[in-house]
C-alpha cells in the first residue's frame, strides 16, 4: 500500500468488511480498554466506535486524522 489515500481506504475498508453495524451493543466491560473491546472482542458498533477506531488506526500509522461528532 503505497499512499496515505490508499492505507486509509485499507483500514476503511477492513472495518467495513470485519465489523458488524449495530445500533444496540451491550455496556463495554468494566476495566476494559473501549477500542481494544470494540475490535478484538465485540467486533459490532456504530458510527461512533467506527470513526474512533479509523482516526486511532490512522494515526498509528502517520496518517493525521482527527474526529468531528
Do not use: H
Not at 470485519?18 to 473501549?34: C, G, K, M, Q
Not at 482516526?55 to 498509528?60: E, F, G, P, T
Request: aromatic share 14%; net charge negative.
Amino acid at each position: 500500500i503505497n499512499t496515505p489515500y490508499d492505507q486509509t481506504m485499507a483500514i476503511t475498508n477492513w472495518l467495513r468488511n470485519n465489523i458488524d453495524y449495530e445500533l444496540s451493543i451491550p455496556p463495554v466491560p468494566a476495566n476494559r480498554d473501549i477500542l481494544d473491546w470494540f475490535l478484538f472482542d465485540l467486533k459490532q458498533g456504530y458510527c461512533n466506535y467506527y470513526a474512533t477506531a479509523e482516526v486511532v488506526l490512522l494515526r498509528s500509522i502517520g496518517i493525521p486524522a482527527r474526529l468531528a461528532v
